[in-house]
């Protein structure tokens, strides 16, 4: 799989991972506040859905 991703793919797993980010900061009861602490989330929720992407992937 090549991990290679256009403008559009890069937008859609930011934004989808900054959803996840918050849903998971959410359910593990963790607040954060600021840019940094939503930089932080989002960050965290994009790992997450890249790796979920490559394990659906199959690599």
């Given at each position: 799989?090549?991990?290679?991703?256009?403008?559009?793919?890069?937008?859609?797993?930011?934004?989808?991972?900054?959803?996840?980010?918050?849903?998971?900061?959410?359910?593990v009861?963790l607040?954060?506040?600021?840019?940094?602490?939503?930089?932080?989330?989002?960050?965290?929720?994009?790992?997450?859905?890249?790796?979920?992407?490559?394990?659906?992937?199959?690599?």
């Amino acid at each position: 799989m090549d991990r290679q991703g256009g403008l559009i793919k890069n937008l859609v797993v930011g934004l989808v991972g900054a959803f996840v980010g918050g849903l998971l900061a959410n359910a593990v009861g963790l607040e954060f506040y600021g840019f940094l602490g939503t930089l932080i989330v989002a960050t965290v929720g994009a790992v997450v859905v890249l790796w979920l992407f490559a394990l659906l992937a199959g690599r």
